[in-house]
């Protein structure tokens, strides 16, 4: 089962858990500086020695790729929004069965390796990616620098050039109004927090993505030990404002219900509206509010009720009025399986 499907540690709070890092061979330009040339010779010679890396790796030209499944792996947080958009055709991606690990390939950097997990499983994935990373450090060239570590085209990811992140649902410090003080502390030790897609977007339905911003003068374990303790912080504080909201039951379950009752008899419904019911929705079956679903089935809904997953569930495509038509019928599905 692909790892998006399943539910991990913590998963309550936590949904996923991503170790990112940046790296570029020394013998070609930055990607801002290189010629299509230059960047198809870095897609060759990556091409070259995926089946020496392993994992069930396969190398895919972004161009080989139709544009809803490209859009169905940025939902997925696979690959980015930008990288998806990518006009000059010279992009790649190495992803296994699984889908817990991709490298995308001529990104903002050459390689941008990038493991994943559901909850918290931030220890396992450095130890995976550290691994992985060593096998390609064998076979090619990394730039990097005897006191400023690996370099790379963002100068906020040069050092170790990894990030670690966790996906986070914090619907009940929204309720309470604590949500604001929650993301200024977590700004205040040193980390980002920011909308579902990383950097300039917005949270969708009271989810949060938490990284470390510093990468220079840290190790990997500090990293994921910084990153550890803060969401640790941030998985008590919510747990703290549910239990502070379940002291008034009836409020907390009227709206849990009112959410799920929309989703299960709703005949038209869009994706924006569906996130938000998905909050309360998840709120009220991570709590054992709802009795009619699992973690499994709500899991399905967030990932099957986004526009590009819809229609690949579908398997045709569909305009914005069709999606909005079919996304309850295939709520209804879910919840009925």
Request: hydrophobic share 35%; aromatic share 6%.
């Amino acid at each position: 089962m692909n790892w998006y499907l399943q539910n991990g540690r913590d998963s309550d709070v936590v949904i996923s858990s991503r170790v990112r890092i940046a790296r570029n061979m020394e013998e070609y330009p930055f990607m801002p500086k290189i010629s299509k040339e230059q960047a198809n010779e870095v897609l060759e010679k990556i091409k070259e020695i995926t089946p020496s890396i392993g994992y069930g790796l396969k190398f895919i030209k972004l161009n080989d790729i139709d544009n809803i499944t490209k859009v169905s792996l940025v939902e997925k947080h696979i690959i980015s929004p930008e990288f998806a958009v990518n006009k000059k055709q010279n992009g790649a991606i190495l992803i296994n069965e699984e889908e817990n690990i991709c490298m995308m390939i001529n990104e903002e950097d050459h390689i941008r390796l990038q493991v994943f997990a559901s909850g918290l499983e931030l220890e396992n994935l450095k130890n995976l990616i550290i691994e992985i990373d060593e096998k390609l450090d064998k076979m090619l060239h990394y730039a990097s620098h005897e006191k400023y570590g690996y370099l790379t085209a963002c100068p906020t990811n040069v050092g170790t050039a990894m990030r670690a992140s966790v996906m986070v649902h914090l619907p009940a410090l929204t309720m309470t109004g604590n949500i604001n003080k929650i993301l200024n502390i977590v700004n205040g030790f040193g980390m980002n927090i920011r909308g579902i897609y990383g950097e300039g977007t917005q949270s969708q339905g009271d989810i949060y993505q938490i990284s470390n911003n510093q990468t220079l003068g840290l190790t990997e374990n500090d990293i994921v030990k910084s990153i550890n303790t803060i969401t640790e912080k941030v998985i008590e504080q919510e747990r703290m404002a549910r239990k502070f909201l379940a002291k008034n039951s009836i409020d907390l379950e009227d709206r849990v219900y009112r959410a799920y009752g929309t989703l299960a008899y709703a005949t038209k419904l869009s994706s924006d509206e569906c996130q938000k019911l998905l909050s309360y929705v998840k709120l009220g079956t991570d709590l054992g509010i709802i009795k009619e679903l699992t973690d499994s089935k709500v899991t399905s809904l967030y990932l099957y009720t986004q526009p590009a997953n819809l229609q690949k569930y579908v398997g045709k495509p569909l305009d914005g009025y069709e999606r909005d038509i079919k996304r309850p019928e295939i709520v209804k599905q879910i919840i009925k399986k």
